[in-house]
């Protein structure tokens, strides 16, 4: 308004005011002042000159009217208007306004009619955003259908705002638009999908948001975690699945929460829905009653209704397939939850439970041992010195872990309903899908703590996400394509952000100070303080405070840093996570399995300390957000921008300030102004022109596609002002693109009717002619009826004429055919007859002719025999005549052969006979021969032969059946022959073919590898050329020969570089570098672009210029405050320096720089600061890293000493390295380490070149040398010296720029990591060679390429799956290699990677880890066969089936290649790998099976057991699988009682007494072991599987691998014996493996039975004692009691294991523990005894403070007790029996130390006194004159004389003993017993058990060091612990120096080993350095639970609880005695 004008009355206008815009109205005009009443009711007066367009502007009618649906045509465009268009909208419940295609959504906090109906989907389906209005809806749609219009790209839709503006009701009413889309889809027709994924989707939120939302103040329905909802759709639209990330859930207010808000809302939904039964499961009452639910004093809420939001949960989880039980253990553990938080605690000795009742509930609905619970909550349990000892909390502590146990609780819980709903949901692969972000809005509470920090922190990273697509990129891409724009500002939030995340900020911080064990709040907060004071964006409060601030673009907010440290830690103590791992719920074992394992591993392994340090969740959380910010950036954004109107919730009200706050922090009005003035849409050339081709016909010219674009856009818009043609690109507003859609889709339509009515008409004529075919079929058809019908009539009559005249010809035919078949018939018979004669004549003739012929071969046969008869005894009569002539030998000879000759006609003879075919002859040749050899007479034969006749015809048949048998069986011998030689033939035309294809094979390679040599040998001697040429041009001898060392290196023998191609192809084919490549002595880096310059630079538009020294390096772009010169530089702690005092003794922080060998310091990292001084390192005497403080070091010069301090102890390493290699370095190493100047972590900023998206150029006349850097977070704006410059960085960082390297798949993770080639060590040294590879990881996959080029080869794959694992190093290989390293365990193999970034090394971990856990468990077969027996085992008939079919029931003699059950993958631990050589869990698996299968025919099983229970008993992954492989082994045997099978269940056996499995493994255990008793009763395998069930039972965890006697008492199925000592006694007693030891004392007191004490057998009852027994280890001089909970056959196992490593022996020693009442015992009962042999031991052992009279008494009294009274005879051999000898020795040196020799009498001292005793004198007199050298020489030397002086006075004491002993003449044994105890008793003490301990100087209570002579050294002390209190002694004293009741003590324990600590109320903790620590504690312990037993009446709420359970610790009160 121009000044001076004046507006009219009543006029609307906007009104500058209280510093906004507001609406108003002109209300009077008078003389020169006019005035305004603004819409909030306040009146304002302005001078008429003061006037202006800056102050007052006219309001327009689209403003007064609020029917502005766009924003950015709005005519007046600003603040007000803006607000007051919103307003207007607000109040005609219009919520939804458009900003371009951003939509704003005001919160109405009421329900508006038909606003979501389903008619209101209808509406805007299909629709364009304009056509309709503005709605949420719109967005939905348009998000939908941009999927398909960017062929495939994922979407995703952001909603963001304050905590509640509606973010989450906006994301149900998304999903159930897009749920209403695809189910539209399905119902087209084009596909079938199963809608119940969409109903899922939508069911899924009313449990979200009962677990995940509560009521803050801000709003009743407050999301308190982000989640991520991805929907997953295919190609036809249709939704196939969806998957729910969730962020940071608000853990801590499960616990807390502020006033006026309410825990979550399942928690009273839960209460006030539950049914009555359900309730009394419960046992839950009125939420008022539970201190979790009561704190903020806000229950109910009336827009809450409870009851109804309970039913839709139900009705949700049942839906989302939760079972009943499911159900059911979800309540449980919520109802435990509300218990726990009703836990009370008291302070006794420590932190105690005081509500047992809470307890209780809690315990019985976890299924937990209610006493464990107990001590889980108020006690921390460390590893010391091999065992667990308890240290007590405090109350304040206990409360803490009772309230880390709730939220764990929940936690868990809540993970696995994320899980649950995710498993539901699950989609196999999709098209394309659109992810809905609702994450917490910012927060600013009167207090904001860690979880607001976070919260807010995403909410910074959200709106950099906003701001980088709503303005950077989109003003880039103007200046790019060369736009006419005007740039808007606009905050950039980017240096909030590097506030937060970048080197040293608070996120860094936070994590370091975590890490620190020493690090609290306060020191978190003064790190900020002094490192962030000078950020412009970081608040410090003005008074000191545990607060700071930081200033985020939505305002100031203060945060309390009180508990950020132990919310970042997110502790949770291995004591609760094992006793929630115990739990007999496996709903909560499932839920804890996996970290209880771990933390119950590294406890008891010792090496909780070397485990990997857990993630804080600070870290965890940035990276989960740097995952969203990944997987938002390869995604097309909607924004929805939620507005709350008010802060109280209220309806149809209108805050102006608040709406405004809200508009001006998102960046509303620079939002509307780029909406208006930019063009948002854009398109390439061709593609506007092939999109909207269908508006104007493009002609076949030369014209180019510009000016088509040109034309059509001048067709709808010919001003020009809605369009502009960039140089690649089409810039349309939306306005304009929404016309060009109307008009595009009017032209399609217009076309497509076209189309349509030629289609149609088409069809018509199509419809005709099949019409009138249909017709001519018809009338075809008709008239083919109806002649057939007439042609039916003729042809029936016709066959009817036809009928009669053949019956007629057939009746004449037949007579005619029976006359001739009677004819027939009758010439056929006679015909028959003459036949049957003939055939009998021939016959006869026949069998005449066989007789005669067998009668002329019988007569032949027999003159045959006589003839060889006669001749045979001619023969014989020759041979018996003598030799007469020398004929004879020739004579002979001739008749052997003429016999042989005769002999083989024979054989020629039956040959021929054989092949006669009448077997008969061959018979009736045989019968003749056998009657001539009997001789029998022609008589007999011809008697028998005829009878012989008819046997042979008989057996005639037979024999031809079986020669008919016989050829058969000869036939199929030959085909198998045949067959053979065929196989036979083939296999060698097989062989002969391979060997020729072998030997090309091999010629191939021969030939290939001489082309190679050759062409290697060419290109040698080519570059030798070019060399040459170089060479001789500059004549340079040296250089020749220097480059002919080179080339003679190139054939491969020598070193290679990193670069070299031989090893990168090996490394694609094999993922890794063969072993025999060439391996290199340094670690050599990739050759990279390497630059430096100073750059201008900024991160936004608003941020000023900073000029930085920028170096690209290793594919990092690094930029520094100054310019890096340096070798080292960094900020260290210097003390002194000034000339005063108080200068000296200061510290002060300065920024050290080593340049070359001098070291300066500065004020501050600015370059040209202030030089205050330096040092030459080269000429320091001496440097140390023990300084004065921790992470100090030492410079020791001439002049001074210079002390400095750094940040962390690996700086402080780093320095300390650097300075001394400086300081010892040469010339050329100094050179060298001066090479590396660029460090990373001294960076004011660093950014991986791989990670940036595109540099341009940027058109900018005022700064003609700027380009731009855009990332996917962020965009640099830099600006150069040079244009050259310029050029040549956007070169270099171009040049290294890469792709996605992931087939097509998203990428998770990218960047560069160094890789270990040959062979795997996991460790860098000289020898290791690492390579720079290009890693990225997908959700499947980790790949690696040569480099992040596009095209760079892919070298190598790991997939991965869940049983990968990922591995970090230590921090020590950092501090020793300078990498950080961690390893990712494959199937096949593992990379060990490397990196000199800690950050780097969390992100690659976190984001591996993430995608493991996210794929789904590999299920092998034996684990499906364990899920098909679970449900199969109500029907006995599918079970008999799966048994029958399924091979893994089946025994196998052959090995096994891989395990049963899924294994994770990689080595075993280090130390196990080292000393017990395991490989990895799949080796040694398949190496157990083995062992197996040689178990039957082993020589020694005991050991092949021993060896199987070792290595699962050291790797407990392979328990469940050995269980396995025994159940696989011990089914389909043949013979179930054979050797083999009996050895195997023998081993399952041992398991079953050894080791517990899984839940899952244990029941397909037991319903094996069931089986086999049912199947086979009654044998030795059914008594293995009943002895197996039991063991099973009783099983408990073991400590120990079984020892040698355990197993062969197992392998028996019989209890094992061993041996418990007493006092004087033995008892010899059965234990089995799961005996505890509280058993055996109650065993022992029950049944006793003492063979020396029979006679004290006076029934002693457990009731009347008053003092408790236990078990003790006794050995090596020591006695240490056992747990109550503790296996004897582990202790015994323990025993055996200690007797092979120190070859001592151990024994079980059973004695009084706790002596609770020990002055009322009766004297006649057995409890007496056992105290009156303690208290004996006590006084031989030193530990009773008496006279030496009263032990020489005390020896008379117990040898009268042993030996009566005393006989001359009687001598007492060994005094130490019944004297302390400890004693005597104490006396003996010290006498000797106060009577040392002297030379004259000057030298003796004043005080020296007489002889005082016997051996005063003797020792005197020893040291007389002339033997001073020789005595001094024996008391130093401790020889003979000494010893001979303490026999001496061993004597002396034995003669006074005895002396006692004779005056107890007549004293009984029980009298003398009685005696003994009563001068016992005297002593005030008596009773309590003293420990020898020594006070440490400074932590003992300054009235107990008043007492001790020497203050300055340690004191030996007696500490005395007693059923009261504790007391402490001085050693040998009667009275203590200071006693302790236990109500007054707060804990105890010991904080390091052999250091015990007690800490007294009003008191310093007192510290004392002892070997008794874990005897200590245990008895301070059982004292104090019997006082809280007795006090809190712990035994009555216990017995309810459970009826019979063994107590948990070493105190058991006795019942029964008997000896």
Not at 993 to 1022: F, I
Not at 1614 to 1638: E, K, L, P, Q, W
Not at 1714 to 1743: G, K
């Amino acid at each position: 308004m121009p000044p001076g004008s004046v507006p009219c009355v009543g006029c609307r206008v906007q009104l500058w005011h209280q510093g906004q815009w507001q609406p108003a109205s002109v209300d009077t005009e008078q003389d020169d002042h006019v005035t305004y009443t603004t819409d909030a009711g306040q009146s304002v007066t302005y001078p008429l000159s003061a006037l202006n367009h800056d102050l007052v502007q006219p309001m327009q009618d689209d403003n007064m009217a609020g029917s502005v649906e766009d924003m950015a045509n709005l005519s007046d465009l600003n603040e007000g208007s803006i607000l007051e268009n919103i307003r207007l909208r607000y109040v005609g419940n219009r919520i939804y306004t458009y900003i371009g295609h951003i939509l704003c959504a005001v919160n109405p906090y009421k329900p508006i009619e038909d606003l979501y109906s389903r008619g209101c989907i209808q509406a805007y389906k299909k629709k364009h955003i304009g056509d309709l209005p503005p709605h949420i809806f719109a967005i939905a749609n348009e998000c939908y259908y941009a999927m398909w219009k960017a062929g495939g790209e994922n979407q995703c839709i952001l909603i963001s705002g304050e905590s509640g503006a509606g973010k989450t009701e906006s994301t149900k009413f998304i999903l159930q638009f897009l749920s209403e889309m695809s189910q539209v889809s399905v119902g087209s027709g084009e596909g079938s999908t199963d809608t119940s994924v969409e109903q899922a989707i939508l069911q899924s939120s009313p449990i979200m948001e009962a677990f995940g939302n509560a009521k803050t103040v801000y709003n009743n329905n407050s999301s308190r975690f982000g989640k991520f909802i991805q929907l997953q759709f295919n190609e036809k639209g249709s939704i196939t699945g969806g998957r729910i990330q969730d962020y940071l859930l608000e853990k801590n207010r499960v616990v807390g929460q502020n006033p006026d808000e309410r825990n979550y809302h399942i928690f009273y939904s839960l209460i006030a829905g539950s049914t009555p039964d359900i309730k009394e499961v419960l046992c839950l009452t009125e939420a008022s009653e539970f201190h979790y639910l009561n704190q903020s004093g806000c229950i109910n809420d009336s827009t809450i209704n409870d009851q109804e939001d309970f039913s839709k949960v139900l009705h949700a989880m049942r839906v989302m397939n939760f079972s009943e039980k499911d159900i059911l253990d979800v309540w449980c553990l919520l109802a435990s939850i509300l218990h726990v938080g009703n836990i009370k605690f008291v302070t006794t000795a420590g932190a105690q439970v005081a509500d047992k009742q809470a307890l209780s509930n809690a315990a019985s609905l976890l299924r937990v041992d209610m006493l464990g619970l107990a001590e889980a909550l108020t006690q921390r349990s460390i590893f010391l010195r091999g065992e667990l000892i308890s240290t007590p909390l405090e109350v304040n502590e206990a409360a803490d872990s009772r309230d880390s146990l709730a939220m764990n609780l929940y936690k868990a819980c809540f993970r696995w309903i994320i899980t649950k709903i995710n498993s539901r949901i699950y989609g196999n692969g999709h098209y394309s899908s659109i992810g809905v972000l609702d994450i917490f809005g910012f927060e600013n509470f009167q207090t904001n703590r860690f979880e607001q920090f976070n919260i807010n922190y995403a909410n910074e990273k959200l709106q950099e996400y906003f701001n980088k697509h709503i303005f950077s990129l989109e003003q880039l891409e103007y200046n790019r394509e060369g736009i006419v724009w005007t740039d808007i500002d606009w905050v950039d939030n980017g240096e909030c952000l590097d506030l937060v995340e970048r080197k040293l900020g608070i996120l860094d911080l936070l994590d370091e100070e975590s890490r620190f064990p020493k690090g609290t709040d306060n020191t978190f907060v003064d790190k900020l303080h002094g490192g962030h004071k000078e950020n412009a964006f970081f608040l410090k409060p003005k008074v000191a405070s545990r607060m700071f601030g930081i200033k985020h673009y939505a305002g100031e907010v203060y945060y309390d840093t009180q508990g950020f440290l132990d919310k970042n830690r997110d502790t949770f103590r291995d004591d609760i996570l094992n006793i929630l791992q115990e739990s007999r719920s496996d709903f909560i074992y499932e839920l804890f399995d996996t970290d209880a394992y771990a933390n119950r591993t590294s406890l008891k392994s010792g090496t909780a300390t070397r485990q990997r340090k857990k993630p804080t969740v600070s870290s965890q959380f940035k990276e989960s957000l740097r995952s969203l910010m990944t997987t938002l950036s390869a995604a097309n954004p909607f924004f929805v921008r939620c507005i709350k109107p008010n802060s109280q919730k209220l309806p149809d009200t209108f805050d102006p300030e608040l709406v405004l706050s809200q508009l001006r922090y998102s960046g509303m009005l620079e939002t509307v102004r780029i909406r208006r003035a930019g063009y948002p849409v854009r398109r390439t050339f061709d593609d506007f022109c092939y999109r909207y081709r269908v508006l104007v016909r493009l002609s076949s010219s030369d014209e180019d596609i510009k000016s088509h674009c040109s034309g059509v856009l001048q067709l709808v818009d010919d001003t020009g002002k809605e369009w502009q043609l960039g140089k690649t690109k089409v810039f349309l507003r939306e306005r304009l693109e929404c016309e060009l859609e109307k008009r595009r889709e009017a032209e399609l339509h217009r076309v497509a009717t076209i189309i349509q009515a030629g289609f149609k008409g088409h069809q018509a004529r199509r419809q005709f002619h099949r019409a009138k075919q249909s017709i001519v079929v018809i009338q075809k058809n008709y008239k083919a009826h109806f002649w057939r019908k007439a042609f039916v009539q003729v042809r029936q009559a016709t066959v009817t004429l036809q009928k009669f005249e053949r019956s007629r010809r057939a009746r004449h035919l037949l007579q005619r055919l029976r006359e001739e078949k009677r004819q027939e018939e009758e010439r056929q018979h006679q015909l028959r007859e003459e036949e049957r004669r003939q055939r009998e004549e021939e016959e006869k003739v026949k069998e005449e002719e066989e007789r005669r012929l067998l009668e002329q071969k019988t007569i032949e046969e027999k003159a045959k025999f006589e003839e060889k008869r006669q001749e045979e005894k001619r023969l014989e009569e020759e041979r018996k005549k003598p030799c007469i002539c020398p004929m004879c030998g020739s004579r002979r000879e001739m008749e052997k052969q003429e016999e042989i000759r005769q002999q083989e006609q024979k054989v020629k003879e039956k040959q021929e006979l054989r092949k006669l075919e009448f077997e008969v002859l061959d018979e009736l040749d045989n019968l003749i021969e056998e009657c001539m050899m009997l001789e029998l007479g022609r008589s007999d034969i011809d008697d028998n032969l005829d009878d012989k006749l008819e046997d042979w015809a008989k057996a005639k048949q037979e024999l031809a059946m079986l020669r008919a048998q016989q050829a058969e069986e000869a036939r199929l011998a030959e085909e198998a022959k045949q067959r053979a030689l065929e196989e036979e033939k083939r296999f060698e035309e097989f062989a002969k073919k391979k060997a020729k294809e072998d030997a090309k094979r091999m010629e191939q390679e021969a030939m290939s590898r001489l082309r190679a040599e050759a062409e290697q040998e060419r290109r040698r001697q080519e570059a030798q050329r070019k060399w040459n040429r170089t060479l001789s041009t500059k004549k340079g001898e040296e250089k020749r020969e220097s480059v002919d060392s080179m080339l003679s290196e190139s054939d491969g023998t020598q070193e290679r570089s990193s670069l070299d191609e031989s090893g990168d192809e090996l490394d694609m084919d094999l993922d890794d570098e063969s072993p025999s490549s060439p391996k290199r002595h340094s670690l050599l880096p990739e050759v990279t672009p390497y630059f430096h310059a100073y750059l201008m630079m900024k991160g936004g538009v608003m941020n000023t210029w900073k000029r930085r020294w920028c170096v690209l390096k290793d594919d990092t772009l690094m930029w520094y405050r100054g310019k890096q010169a340096s070798i080292k530089s960094g900020w260290l702690a210097k003390k002194g320096g000034g000339t005063g005092t108080l200068s000296r003794r200061s510290w002060k922080t300065r920024w050290f720089v080593l340049r070359g060998t001098t070291l300066s310091y500065h004020e501050n990292d600015e370059e040209g600061a202030k030089q205050l001084g330096s040092i030459d390192v080269k000429s320091c005497k001496e440097i140390l890293d023990n300084g004065l403080k921790e992470n100090a070091l030492s410079i020791v010069t001439e002049a001074r000493t210079y002390h400095l301090v750094a940040e962390t102890p690996e700086e402080a390493s780093q320095w300390y390295n650097v300075l001394t290699s400086v300081y010892s370095a040469t010339d050329e190493e100094l050179r060298e380490m001066q090479d590396e100047q660029a460090n990373p972590k001294n960076a004011a900023g660093t950014l991986d070149v791989a990670l940036i998206d595109s540099v341009y150029a940027s058109d900018n006349e005022s700064k003609p040398h700027q380009f731009v850097i855009i990332t996917a977070n962020r965009v640099f704006t830099c600006c150069s010296d040079t244009a050259e410059e310029m050029h040549h960085w956007i070169s270099c960082l171009q040049r290294s720029k890469g792709d996605v390297h992931s087939g097509g798949q998203d990428f998770i993770t990218r960047g560069w990591l160094s890789k270990e080639t040959g062979k795997p060590t996991g460790t860098v040294n000289k020898s290791t060679t690492l390579k720079k590879r290009w890693f990225v990881l997908t959700a499947h996959s980790l790949d690696y390429y040569k480099s992040s080029d596009t095209n760079s080869q892919k070298l190598g794959t790991l997939i991965l799956d869940s049983l990968c694992r990922v591995v970090q190093a230590d921090a020590e290989m950092y501090e020793q290699t300078g990498y950080y390293m961690f390893t990712i365990h494959g199937r096949r193999r593992s990379f060990h990677l490397f990196t000199k970034l800690h950050t780097e090394v969390q992100q690659w971990v976190q984001s591996l880890q993430e995608v493991i856990d996210s794929k789904v468990p590999i299920v092998t077969p034996t684990q499906q066969l364990i899920t098909d027996l679970r449900d199969a085992s109500m029907n006995s008939e599918a079970v008999d089936q799966i048994y029958q079919r399924n091979p893994i029931l089946r025994h196998t003699p052959h090995p096994l290649k891989t395990p049963l059950l899924p294994l994770p993958y990689g080595d075993v631990n280090a130390n196990l790998q080292k000393e017990k050589g395991y490989t990895n869990l799949q080796e040694e698996a398949v190496k157990i099976f083995n062992s197996l299968l040689q178990i039957e025919t082993a020589a020694d099983q005991i050991s092949i057991v021993q060896n199987i229970l070792e290595t699962c008993h050291d790797l407990k992954y392979l328990k469940d699988e050995v269980y396995c492989q025994l159940i696989k082994q011990t089914m389909g045997v043949a013979d179930v009682d054979s050797i083999g099978n009996l050895r195997v269940w023998q081993i399952m056996a041992c398991m079953c007494c050894a080791f517990q499995p899984t839940r899952n493994v244990i029941r397909y255990l037991k319903f094996h072991l069931k089986r086999c008793k049912e199947k086979f009763p009654s044998t030795e395998m059914a008594k293995f599987a009943a002895f197996c069930g039991d063991s099973l039972r009783r099983c408990k965890g073991r400590e120990y691998v079984p020892s040698r006697d355990e197993v062969i008492a197992i392998l028996g199925r019989r209890d094992m014996y061993t041996t418990v000592h007493c006092y004087g006694s033995s008892c010899r007693i059965s234990i089995n493996s799961s005996t505890t030891a509280s058993e055996v004392v109650k065993h022992l007191i029950q049944e006793m039975k003492l063979k020396v004490v029979q006679r004290l057998v006076r029934g002693m009852n457990l009731e009347e004692t008053h003092n408790t027994f236990a078990l003790f280890e006794r050995g090596a001089g020591q006695d240490k009691a056992i747990d109550g909970k503790a296996i004897v056959a582990d202790i015994l196992a323990k025993f055996e294991k200690l007797k092979e490593e120190e070859e001592t022996d151990w024994k079980l020693f059973f004695r009084l523990f706790c002596f609770m009442d020990p002055r009322n015992v009766p004297t006649n009962s057995l409890e007496y005894d056992f105290m009156f042999e303690q208290a004996h031991e006590d006084v031989i052992h030193n530990r009773f403070p008496s006279s030496e009279e009263t032990l020489q008494y005390l020896a008379a009294y117990r040898l009268q007790y042993k030996e009566g009274d005393f006989s001359k005879s009687g001598w007492i051999n060994d005094l130490g029996q019944v004297y302390p000898m400890e004693r005597l020795r104490r006396r003996v040196k010290s006498t000797k130390e106060n009577i040392a020799p002297v030379s004259d009498k000057t030298e003796r001292p004043a005080t020296t006194k007489r002889k005082s005793n016997f051996l005063e004198g003797t020792l005197r007199r020893s040291f007389g004159k002339g033997g001073h050298k020789k005595a001094r020489q024996q008391v130093l030397g401790e020889d003979a004389q000494l010893i001979h002086l303490l026999k001496e006075e061993e004597s002396s004491t034995t003669s006074a003993v005895i002396a006692k002993w004779k005056m107890l003449k007549g004293l009984t044994k029980e009298e003398a017993q009685q005696r003994y105890m009563r001068a016992v008793m005297d002593w005030s003490g008596y009773g309590a058990t003293l420990f020898d301990v020594e006070c440490i100087p400074g932590k003992i209570p300054r009235d107990v060091l008043s007492a001790c002579k020497d203050r300055q050294h340690p004191v030996d002390l007696w500490l005395a612990v007693s059923v009261d209190e504790i007391a402490l002694y001085k050693r040998g004293e009667e009275r203590p120096l200071a006693s302790y009741a236990y109500d007054s003590i707060l804990s105890f324990g010991a904080p390091v080993p052999n250091t015990y600590k007690i800490v007294v109320e009003d008191k310093e903790p007192m510290m004392f350095e002892t070997s008794q620590v874990v005897e200590i504690a245990k008895l301070m312990k059982a004292y104090i639970n019997s006082l809280v037993k007795k006090r809190y009446s712990w035994r009555t709420s216990y017995h309810s609880y459970r009826k019979s359970v063994d107590s948990d610790d070493i105190l058991l009160s006795p019942t029964v005695t008997q000896s």
